[in-house]
DNA sequence: ATGTTATTTAATAACTCTATTAATACGATA
DNA sequence: TATCGTATTAATAGAGTTATTAAATAACAT
């Protein structure tokens, strides 16, 4: 067992028990195991973070901001509408992609947990009413325009989160159910951003 | 603690594990936990099922047939397409409503437990195979028609499959966040059942 | 070199969980 | 009523978990 001398001891526990909470959820996860995974002692995985909760937590709430990220971002544009929602579709998507393992773990925790639940209430309630608002300026404009049937900010949202998300936690059954190869599958993948972009654009038609 | 006498106590376990199991998952739910809330001893639930595994095994199967059971059943028809496509998805939003839950459960053990999807591709793999070439033929007879655009069977089950799943996966947690009454919960759902059915009838327009 | 602080480890307390065992209650049948 | 198989329970072994503690070691400034 070597001494972590080097790299910052506390970081590598961080990723070694970020990985390994996002395969298999909090509460299949041991300390001991992820201790393990980062080549140390399992007392200083609780030197360090004191509990497993906490150490969880810390992991939790910045994934938590990642995954809302690409809704928050503003394109402040002279593109079109239709352009710039293409973008956030894709925007919520790469990055889905390069997390395909997020979903789960958001899921799993609010949903098993409703402390997790409540305790993000507060910092996550802001969030919706604040980018949802300025969609719906955005639909309100073009519904006058005349370019897509009313819609609500909340419904489009879900519609992104609906398409974008469930690929990405669906990806690997479908994959081993298919015994995809790595070039099927990111096909398969590439294809769908796509197809989601296209279901989105004309569901708003007027 | 009054003995099970009168009722099948095998059944009150089963059924005592199916509503634990939905609710926090495998792993989070012990043999003690269930053999409380069916109001017996622990080493009972040992006796009927020999072990958690075994039990929530016969759990999870039936639950995993019920999940996939409205794209097996074929409506043999004289309607059109559209209806026919339309009573698909809103039979499958009808099942996920009355189990909210089982997307929870059949995701968090088939994406944590490798072993569980090994297990079912046996099984399951048949099942994609039958149904959707069924479906496929049907769209290419339609795509002949000229009344839909190309599309793979496959792309469209997994856009029903998005848009109803994750509406009942997410459900809770908007719920919660938008802080909904019973009502405007139900009509949250109701409208999302309509918007589902257009977003993927538009879809398939030429 | 030496004292001081930070990091790391081994050991272990205190639980909790699964699974088994041995003993007991129940109910039908001979 | 004596007997037998099934249902049920208390007790507990055994493994694994989190968290704490005290001791050992490394790092570093003086």
Redesign the pocket.
């Known amino acids: ?6 790299a910052n ?2 970081q590598v526990i961080l990723e070694a028990a970020e990985k390994l909470f996002l395969e298999k959820g909090f509460a299949m ?7 393990k995974a980062a ?17 969880f937590e810390a992991i939790f709430e910045k994934k938590m901001r990642t995954f809302v990220a690409p809704f928050l971002q503003n394109s402040d544009n002279n593109i079109s509408f239709e352009e710039r929602l293409t973008q956030l579709i894709e925007a919520h998507f790469d990055l889905l992609k390069e997390n395909p393992k997020l979903p789960f773990l958001v899921f799993n925790e609010l949903l098993t947990n409703p402390t997790r639940l409540e305790s993000l209430k507060g910092k996550l309630a802001v969030i919706p009413q604040t980018v949802l608002s300025k969609i719906e300026k955005d639909l309100k404009a073009e519904v006058e325009k005349g370019t897509i049937r009313p819609i609500s900010a909340f419904d489009l949202m879900l519609t992104i989160l609906s398409l974008n998300v469930t690929l990405f936690l669906t990806a690997p059954i479908f994959r081993s159910i298919n015994n995809m190869s790595d070039e099927n599958f990111d096909n398969f993948i590439e294809n769908r951003r796509r197809e989601n972009v296209i279901i989105i654009l004309r569901s708003l038609k007027p």
């Not at 067992?1 to 080097?6: A, F, I, L, R, Y």
């Open positions: 067992m070597k001494h972590q001398v080097d001891t506390e996860t041991s300390t001991t195991e992820i201790a080549g140390c002692n399992q007392a200083l995985v609780h030197y360090y973070f004191r509990t497993k909760e906490k150490l």
